[in-house]
């Protein structure tokens, strides 16, 4: 297990954090962590993917004509935050797909808890579904869970909590896609992100300050 991450305060003095800590790692064979996006109008397509074994920023941008879609990711070691667009245009076939993928590939170190949210807001028509999906995948144990929405028209959003295991390896991925027969045209942007609930220790010097605040609260209620 990992040293427990320090916040520095001012003065010097510093606190304890506690929670799930994650190490990127794409050793177990389900490829490297990336952020991808893809854009097809039925006629033509385009496809772009910036992979990473590394905390960092990635980007990626599928566009021709007025077709579009985008991804980036902000990966750290307290969350991995990504930013979505689509946008549309035009159509040349019966069958249009314009999507925005995150995917991560980790250890992790410490266990605990994790909250995603995820968001978009997809202004147009002609689509047929709009889709926000997360999905986490525990190697160790071959589990997978997640949560997904879809809607006919307008903003999509899913939510989802769990629990890290530490020493197991995780996939997890989140995107968003537009999907629809022909003639979809608007424009959509979003967010996505997976925070890692990392919470302050009680130092020594507040633990001692609570003790001497129960020791006055008693010798108090003694000399009544």
């Given amino acids: 297990m990992n040293a427990l991450p320090v916040l520095a305060l001012a003065g010097g003095a510093s606190v304890a954090l506690a929670g799930p800590t994650w190490t990127p790692d794409h050793s177990f064979g389900h490829g490297q962590s990336h952020v991808l996006a893809y854009a097809d109008d039925g006629g033509d397509s385009a496809y772009d993917v910036d992979p990473t074994t590394t905390f960092g920023t990635r980007s990626a941008m599928a566009a021709f004509g007025g077709n579009s879609a985008t991804g980036t990711l902000d990966w750290n070691a307290n969350a991995a935050f990504s930013v979505f667009t689509a946008s549309a245009d035009s159509s040349h076939g019966d069958s249009e797909t314009y999507l925005a993928?995150?995917?991560?590939?980790?250890v992790a170190n410490d266990g605990g808890d994790f909250d995603v949210n995820l968001a978009f807001d997809w202004q147009g028509s002609g689509q047929s579904e709009i889709e926000a999906n997360f999905e986490i995948y525990d190697v160790d144990t071959d589990v997978r869970s997640g949560a997904?929405?879809?809607?006919?028209?307008?903003?999509?959003?899913t939510a989802y909590s769990g629990t890290l295991v530490a020493g197991h390896r995780y996939v997890a991925q989140f995107y968003v896609k537009v999907y629809g027969d022909g003639n979809i045209v608007g424009d959509g942007d979003g967010t996505g992100e997976m925070t890692l609930?990392?919470?302050?220790?009680?130092t020594t010097s507040a633990l001692a300050g609570l003790g001497l605040l129960g020791l006055g609260v008693r010798r108090r209620r003694e000399s009544l």
């Fill in 148 to 157: 997904t929405n879809t809607v006919a028209s307008g903003p999509v959003s």
């Fill in 101 to 106: 993928q995150t995917y991560l590939t980790f």
């Fill in 197 to 202: 609930n990392i919470v302050p220790l009680p």
